[in-house]
Nanobody, 123 residues
Framework: VQLQASGGGLVQDGGSLRLSCTASGRTLSTYIMGWFRQAPGKEREFVAAMSRSGYTYYADSVKGRFTISRDNAKNTYYLQMKSLKPEDTAVYFC??????????????????WGQGTQVTVSS
C-alpha cells in the first residue's frame, strides 16, 4: 500500500489542523493505521493509532486534543488536531501495519509509511 499524507501547515498556538492520509493500492480499513511525528533533533514518536475494528489509541501528550478517524468510502485516515501547542511542531507521518491485534506504539511494527507533512505551531 502507498500512503500520502497531507494537510500540514503553519498555525498559531491554540489553533487546529486536520491531517489526511490517503492510500492507494489497498483498503486502509484492513490495516492498523498510525500517526507518528518527528520534531527537529528528536526521535520519531507515536501520536495515535486505530485498530482494524476502529479502536483508537493516543499518546498521553495529545490525548483529549487529537482525534484519529477514518472514512472508508474515501479510503482515507485523518488526524484532527485541536488546541495545538508549539511543542506539537514536527513532521507528521502516517503509517500502516498489516498485522492483526492491538496497534503498536513502536514505529518498527509499521511497514508502510507516507512521506510526512510539516506542522508548525507558532507561539
Amino acid at each position: 500500500v502507498q500512503l500520502q499524507a497531507s494537510g500540514g501547515g503553519l498555525v498559531q498556538d491554540g489553533g487546529s489542523l486536520r491531517l489526511s492520509c490517503t492510500a492507494s493500492g489497498r483498503t486502509l480499513s484492513t490495516y492498523i493505521m498510525g500517526w507518528f511525528r518527528q520534531a527537529p533533533g528528536k526521535e520519531r514518536e507515536f501520536v495515535a493509532a486505530m485498530s482494524r475494528s476502529g479502536y483508537t489509541y493516543y499518546a498521553d501528550s495529545v490525548k483529549g486534543r487529537f482525534t484519529i478517524s477514518r472514512d472508508n468510502a474515501k479510503n482515507t485516515y485523518y488526524l484532527q488536531m485541536k488546541s495545538l501547542k508549539p511543542e506539537d511542531t514536527a513532521v507528521y507521518f502516517c503509517a500502516a501495519d498489516n498485522r492483526v491485534g492491538t496497534p503498536s506504539r513502536s514505529l518498527n511494527e509499521y511497514g508502510y509509511w507516507g512521506q510526512g507533512t510539516q506542522v508548525t505551531v507558532s507561539s
